[in-house]
Structures are given as structure tokens and as C-alpha cells.
């Protein structure tokens, strides 16, 4: 079954301690991205990567880090977590970027707590 | 990027159609409209999606008016499963790959 997973789906969490939510895609895509969504505020994207070794930032990518070392997998790293990035978060990937009309699948979700 | 307008909410009675609008009078002429629903505890799931003509998918149709300033989500029969929220995005090959999913419209669904 083609799909996006995401580990772990609930984290609590406590200011300052790293920790990394990992995602990982089937489907051989190219393109993969992290969003947060809060309450309104909606979904915002935190990093993108177009393929390996290849990752650039979205719009809020303040307090997070990314890698892309294997097609399949792009964890997203909260070296020192803090309150305000207690949000639910998104994994998302995608066929390559010639197809504009491509769908984006998305992971079921983590949803991060930082006390 | 250009904007999107929605209703905040819609209701519907199961298995009837739903019509859900979308206003983009700003649209250029390279935007493709695209629909992604988001069910209660889940991500995004894709929809459908067209750039000047109406589609047609297993999921729902999409009516796009003649000058594309607005276009109509179609469940041709509303299930409770249907009940999420709808967000009409526009997307070019300028805006690249990030979603602009705005607020969208909340669908509820009732017995």
C-alpha cells in the first residue's frame, strides 16, 4: 500500500531535550516537506526537500532541521524544543516537480507537546 | 499567490449532493485549481483538481465557471465519511510545491 508514515504520532515532550519525528514515503517521490498546523493559524510549511541532499526552507523554519540522505526518508529534528513548537505536524511527499498537477500524500500526523 | 475564498462552514443531509464554493477572482491564467480534504484525526488527502475544464473523478466532480473566477466542489452524494474540511488551493509553477491551504470550508454531515 503506497503510503507516508510517521513516527512517533504523540510525543510529550520537555523544553530543550532533542528529539526527531521521523517520515518515511513508499512511492519512490521525489519531493517531501514538513507542515505544522495550528488552530488558526492552519497548515504552514516548515521545510521541503526536492530530492537527496537537496532540502531548503518553507515559511516557519525557525527551531527546526531537516535531512534527506536516502529518497525515502525525511525526518524533521527539534534540537532544543520549545513550548511554542507544540503543534500537530505533517509529513508530505510527491512525484517530481515537471507534474504541476501532481497530488501531495500526507502522513497521518505527530502530535508534538513541549512543556 | 493568488487567494482563495470560502465559506467557513456548509451542512449537508447524507446522500444528498453537496456543493462546496470556492471564489479566486485573482487567478491567473496558469493556476491550476486543486481540491484537498482534511477528515477529522487525519492529513490532507487529495481531491481532485482542473485547470479550465470540469472533472470528473471517483471521488467528486469539479465544476470550474467559464472565466475561472470560481469554481464548485461536487459530492454527488454525501456520506457521514464526508464530513471534513475542503480547502480549495490555486497552484503555478511559481508557487512550487508548497500547498497554500488557507482556512477552508468545514463540512458536516448529517444523518
Known amino acids: 500500500e503506497a503510503q507516508v508514515t510517521q513516527n512517533p504520532r504523540y510525543l510529550i515532550t520537555v523544553t530543550g531535550k532533542k528529539l526527531t519525528v521521523t517520515c518515511s514515503q513508499n512511492m519512490n517521490h521525489e519531493y517531501m516537506s514538513w507542515y505544522r498546523q495550528d488552530p488558526g493559524l492552519g497548515l504552514r510549511q516548515i521545510y521541503y526537500s526536492m530530492n537527496v541532499e537537496v532540502t531548503d526552507k518553507g515559511d516557519v523554519p525557525e527551531g527546526y532541521k531537516v535531512s534527506r540522505k536516502e529518497k525515502r526518508n525525511f525526518p524533521l529534528i527539534l534540537e532544543s524544543p520549545s513550548p511554542n513548537q507544540t503543534s500537530l505536524y505533517f509529513c508530505?511527499?510527491?512525484?517530481?516537480?515537471?507534474?504541476?498537477?501532481?497530488?501531495?500524500?500526507f502522513g497521518p500526523g505527530t502530535r508534538l507537546t513541549v512543556l | 499567490d493568488a487567494k482563495t475564498t470560502q465559506p467557513n462552514s456548509m451542512e449537508s443531509n447524507e446522500e444528498e449532493p453537496v456543493h462546496l464554493p470556492c471564489n479566486h477572482s485573482t487567478i491567473s491564467g496558469t493556476d491550476y485549481i486543486h481540491w484537498y480534504r482534511q477528515l477529522p484525526s487525519q492529513g490532507p488527502e487529495y481531491v481532485i483538481h482542473g485547470l479550465t475544464s470540469n472533472v470528473n473523478n471517483r471521488m467528486a466532480s469539479l465544476a470550474i465557471a467559464e472565466d475561472r473566477k470560481s469554481s464548485t466542489l461536487i459530492l454527488h452524494r454525501a456520506t457521514l465519511r464526508d464530513a471534513a474540511v475542503y480547502y480549495c488551493?490555486?497552484?503555478?509553477?511559481?508557487?512550487?510545491?508548497?500547498?497554500?491551504f488557507g482556512k477552508g470550508t468545514s463540512l458536516l454531515v448529517t444523518p
Open positions: 488551493i490555486l497552484r503555478d509553477w511559481n508557487s512550487g510545491y508548497a500547498l497554500n
Open positions: 508530505a511527499s510527491s512525484r517530481r516537480r515537471e507534474e504541476i498537477s501532481n497530488e501531495q500524500f
